[in-house]
Nanobody, 126 residues
Framework: QVQLVESGGGSVPPSGSLRLSCATS????????MAWFRQAPGTDHREGVA?????????YYADSAKGRFAISQDNARNTVYLQMNNLKLEDTGTYYC??????????????????WGQGAQVTVSS
């Protein structure tokens, strides 16, 4: 059984920064596609923000995240990170880590991953 635990959420003003962490435990995951999704308040839609294929460090980003967010991994710590800079009001939401999806340009944003974390709240407000 794979467990994903997110941390690092919080409340920041516009233009602020946060770094989310997703720690993997339990069964060992081989090279796979891991991603961050967010769900805006009052919606049930999870939007793909960024993904990384852990075998090659290939990364993918939503247009809204390009130039502001960076996804990375630390294999030794079994952790994937999402560095978020220049945060905007519309970045507010619950951020979920996901594992074992399909890493391709058209597939990674679809919420078809085998494992999900419990979510971390990010609030951007002035």
């Amino acid at each position: 059984q794979v467990q994903l635990v997110e941390s690092g959420g919080g409340s920041v003003p516009p233009s602020g920064s946060l770094r989310l962490s997703c720690a993997t435990s339990g069964s060992t995951l081989g090279p796979n596609c891991m991603a961050w999704f967010r769900q805006a308040p009052g919606t049930d839609h999870r939007e793909g923000v960024a993904a990384i294929f852990t075998g090659t460090d290939t990364t993918y980003y939503a247009d809204s995240a390009k130039g502001r967010f960076a996804i990375s991994q630390d294999n030794a710590r079994n952790t994937v990170y999402l560095q978020m800079n220049n945060l905007k009001l519309e970045d507010t939401g619950t951020y979920y880590c996901a594992a074992e999806g399909l890493c391709s340009s058209g597939s990674w944003p679809r919420p078809l991953y085998n494992h999900w974390g419990q979510g971390a709240q990010v609030t951007v407000s002035s």
